[in-house]
């Protein structure tokens, strides 16, 4: 009787294997009955810029795009968590800023996303409205004077932590002043997320 089960299985393994080579992945019966067989076939790998954190996956518009020191961001958040800082993501960043001459900061999708209030962004913009040349160049409002008006809190910096990083480190090493440390920014309001 021994002998009759281990036919039995030999021939099931043969089975499984025959079908998994055949492509008919879900047709052997250790499958139909519920067993968990590895699959042969590779699946494709989640690339890390199509991965969203939770936060940034279901952010609402944003309020307003302004530059932004970056001295201004923290990334420690409040709700969530976010990625870990990755070391060659920075280096590779600080080496494209050396190659292009400095960082491409013009480029939407290079903006960074951050959290504030809706109120903070009024209080912002009806600072800068009576004063004049609180636009740079691009027509983009200037938050450099955040602190001045709305207190010394740092915003939470929710995408662009590796911009940030390595911004610094090039400034540093190319013994820039700390006026090149600003980013345009894309504030979201935090009472607006679900």
Same mark, same amino acid.
């Given at each position: 009787m021994r002998k009759t089960n281990d036919s039995n299985g030999a021939e099931s393994r043969k089975r499984r294997r025959?079908? =998994?080579?055949?492509?008919e992945e879900g047709s052997d019966p250790a499958r139909q009955e519920g067993h968990r067989v590895p699959s042969t076939a590779k699946r494709p790998a989640l690339e890390p810029k199509h991965a969203k954190s939770?936060?940034?996956?279901?952010?609402?518009?944003?309020?307003?795009?302004?530059?932004?020191p970056t001295k201004l961001l923290t990334t420690n958040w409040s709700v969530g968590s976010k990625r870990l800082l990755?070391?060659?993501? =920075?280096?590779q960043l600080k080496r494209a @800023? =050396?190659?292009l001459g400095g960082p491409?900061? #013009?480029?939407?999708?290079?903006?960074?996303?951050?959290?504030c209030t809706g109120a903070q962004v009024h209080r912002?913009?009806?600072?800068?409205?009576?004063? #004049?040349?609180?636009?740079?160049?691009?027509?983009?409002?200037?938050?450099?004077? &955040?602190p001045d008006v709305n207190g010394r809190e740092q915003l939470e910096l929710l995408a662009g932590q590796h911009r940030v990083r390595a911004l610094e480190? &090039?400034?540093?090493?190319a013994d820039l002043g700390e006026e090149e440390l600003w980013w345009p920014c894309k @504030?979201?309001?935090k009472g607006k997320l679900a």
């Open positions: 025959e079908s =998994v080579s055949n492509g939770t936060i940034t996956a279901r952010m609402p518009t944003s309020i307003i795009t302004a530059r932004m990755n070391r060659r993501n =920075v280096q @800023f =050396v190659q491409k900061r #013009d480029l939407e999708e290079h903006h960074l996303k951050v959290l912002m913009m009806k600072q800068l409205g009576s004063q #004049d040349g609180t636009k740079q160049a691009g027509g983009m409002p200037d938050f450099t004077i &955040w480190e &090039w400034v540093k090493e @504030f979201y309001d």
